[in-house]
C-alpha cells in the first residue's frame, strides 16, 4: 500500500512517458490515431459553425497542445477531421494526416479557418456519426491506439441510437470521447442550465466508451476553443505501463 501511495505521489511529475513495455512499440511510427468529428446539425447556426472551425484551428495552435502532439518524436499522432449533422451529412475536412511538426498542424489550422459550410441536413444522427468515424479509425491498426472524439450540442433524433452504435464490433476497439457544447445559461449565472448538465448526463451514459473514457463540456460556442484544447492534452498524454523506480526507503 505504501509503495501504491508512493506512485500515486510521484505520478504527477512524470510528465510524457513511453509505452515501454507494449509489444512491438519499436517499430511502430503512429502512436494514436485520432478523429475528431464537429456537429453541424440544424441546431448550429452560421456564427457557431465558425465558433466550431476556427475554435478547433486555434486549439491546434496552442503551444501545449502542438507539444503534446509532437511529444515522442518518430511516434506520431494520426489526425482525421470531419463534419456531422443528420443520417446522411458526414464530410471529411481533413484525411488521415501523420502530425510531424508545428507547420503540419498549422496548415491543418489554415484549413479549417477558410472551410465553409455547405447545405446539409440538419437533424443530429449522433449514431451514424459514431459509425462513421469508426469505419475511419479501423484502417489505422497499425496506431498504439484509436480514439473517436464527437462534439455535439444536442441529443440524437435520427438514425440508430448512439447506444447501439457504441456495442457494434466496429467499435471493439475505439475509446469513444465527448466534447458537449451546452446552451445559454441565465443572464451573469455562474451555474451550468439543466439543460446542459443534462446534455453532458446523455453523451456520458449514450455516447463514450472504451478505457478512460470522458466528456468535456464548453458552456456555450464561445468557449468551444478552450474546451477543444483541454480535451486535446487529455487525448493526448501517454501513460507509463512498466512500473517506477521508486528511491530506497
Known amino acids: 500500500m505504501r509503495k501504491m501511495c508512493e506512485i500515486a505521489a510521484l505520478w504527477p511529475r512524470i510528465g ?4 515501454a513495455l507494449m509489444p512491438d512499440v519499436g517499430h511502430a511510427s503512429c502512436r494514436q490515431a485520432l478523429a475528431l468529428g464537429l456537429d453541424i446539425s440544424g441546431s448550429v447556426d452560421a456564427a457557431e459553425y465558425r465558433l466550431q472551425m476556427d475554435g478547433l484551428a486555434n486549439a491546434l495552435l496552442d503551444a501545449d497542445v502542438q507539444a503534446a502532439f509532437l511529444a515522442i518524436p518518430g511516434a506520431e499522432v494520426r489526425l482525421f477531421i470531419y463534419e456531422w449533422g443528420g443520417f446522411g451529412t458526414q464530410r471529411v475536412l481533413v484525411q488521415w494526416t501523420d502530425i510531424t511538426d508545428a507547420q503540419v498542424l498549422a496548415s491543418i489550422a489554415d484549413i479549417l479557418h ?38 455535439g450540442d444536442g441529443k440524437s433524433n435520427i438514425g440508430p441510437l448512439p447506444a447501439q452504435s457504441k ?19 441565465l443572464p451573469f449565472s455562474q451555474r451550468p ?56 526507503q
Open 193 to 248: 442550465s439543466n439543460e446542459s448538465v443534462d446534455l453532458v448526463r446523455y453523451f456520458v451514459s449514450q455516447v463514450i466508451r472504451g478505457p478512460n473514457a470522458f466528456v468535456e463540456s464548453a458552456e456555450v460556442f464561445e468557449d468551444f476553443q478552450a474546451a477543444m484544447a483541454r480535451k486535446l492534452l487529455k487525448e493526448l498524454e501517454t501513460r507509463a505501463v512498466g512500473a517506477l523506480e521508486l528511491p530506497d
Open 167 to 185: 456495442r457494434q464490433p466496429l467499435l471493439a476497439d475505439i475509446t469513444v470521447n465527448a466534447l458537449v457544447i451546452g446552451v445559454n445559461t
Open 16 to 19: 510524457v512517458v513511453i509505452f
Open 114 to 151: 477558410s472551410t465553409k459550410r455547405l447545405p446539409h441536413d440538419p437533424a443530429t444522427a449522433i449514431g451514424k456519426a459514431m459509425l462513421f468515424g469508426a469505419e475511419a479509425l479501423v484502417d489505422q491498426g497499425d496506431c498504439w491506439r484509436m480514439t473517436l472524439d464527437l462534439s
